[in-house]
């Protein structure tokens, strides 16, 4: 019990430290390529240390849904990483859950913020929850397919992480067909647009025309957005290791801690250079148009199940 609970504060630990590097990858990467000098690759955290040190500026209009937002939006995130197992020895909540658990704990958080920001009454506020509710609803049907047909791959016919974990480390070569390609496909897709990343939005505006999760969180400041900044980490990170763990489990199962643990960095790493050429070759998509991409998800992740079925 003891030693449980020791790994789970360890993975917590990991969890924190590496989440926002990604970001600050992504944005490096992106600099890099258009012969720019750009942020460091720390800059994610120096904006976080920098966030927790400033004083909150809360409106007087505002009830405690406000306040206690940005915090169930981090925990929420938190948890749902910790459903999924970073490495073979780390693996947190992995054999008590159930990958739908994942999407409920999303919708908990957003829900919490999309109320949050109409709570201020800014005009702002309500725009971008608006969005970020129809970017969420537009996404999680692909998500649930992708759900639904690697559980059906596993012939368990169950959503249970650990089942699907252990049956997928003992078939690695399921890693490299075009069922998996599809799904990968699609849940890179998936991650873009829950992540608020480029072409569905640009975590970087402040353009009244393009903003969703930068609207919806705009009145935020202080600790509070710092908590809204991480857990935006870590829900990404979800995402990448969902793909690298689940769909690409080539690695996952050696005995060695710190190898396993490296080979896990290295597809997250794969994976966060995926977003990056998708951001440099894209651009950000009219609000109307975000459905389009949302349906060539759906559309993905359907023929990836159409798929499992046809070449079992």
Not at 52 to 65: E, M, P, Y
Not at 83 to 93: A, S
Not at 271 to 290: D, H, P, W
Not at 296 to 311: D, E, H, K, R
Request: charged share 10%.
């Amino acid at each position: 019990m003891i030693t449980s609970i020791l790994k789970l504060i360890v993975q917590i630990i990991i969890i924190l430290l590496i989440a926002p590097i990604f970001t600050g990858v992504i944005k490096v990467l992106k600099a890099k390529a258009q012969h720019k000098i750009g942020p460091s690759i720390f800059q994610p955290y120096y904006n976080l240390i920098k966030l927790f040190k400033k004083d909150l500026v809360v409106s007087n209009t505002s009830s405690w849904i406000y306040n206690v937002a940005p915090y169930i939006y981090f925990v929420t995130s938190l948890t749902a990483l910790l459903c999924l197992p970073l490495v073979n020895q780390l693996v947190g909540f992995t054999f008590y859950t159930d990958l739908l658990i994942i999407v409920y704990l999303f919708v908990a958080g957003r829900v919490f913020m999309a109320l949050a920001g109409l709570d201020t009454g800014s005009a702002f506020g309500g725009m971008g929850s608006s969005r970020e509710m129809l970017v969420s609803a537009l996404a999680e049907p692909a998500l649930f397919i992708i759900i639904i047909t690697v559980s059906a791959r596993t012939d368990i016919a169950s959503t249970n992480v650990s089942s699907i974990y252990n049956y997928m480390v003992n078939h690695t070569e399921l890693a490299f067909t075009p069922i998996n390609l599809l799904l990968f496909v699609s849940m890179l897709m998936v991650l873009i647009a829950e992540s608020s990343r480029i072409p569905v939005d640009d975590p970087s505006t402040h353009l009244e025309l393009t903003m969703v999760h930068e609207a919806m969180v705009l009145e935020y400041s202080g600790r509070h957005l710092a908590f809204i900044e991480l857990g935006t980490h870590i829900k990404q990170l979800v995402f990448m290791t969902f793909m690298a763990n689940i769909l690409i489990p080539v690695g996952f199962n050696v005995a060695n801690i710190f190898l396993g643990f490296g080979i896990y960095l290295l597809k997250i790493f794969v994976i966060t250079i995926l977003v990056a050429l998708v951001e440099l070759n894209t651009v950000k998509l009219r609000l109307y148009s975000i459905p389009n991409f949302a349906a060539i998800a759906f559309i993905v992740s359907v023929l990836g199940f159409l798929t499992s079925f046809i070449l079992k």
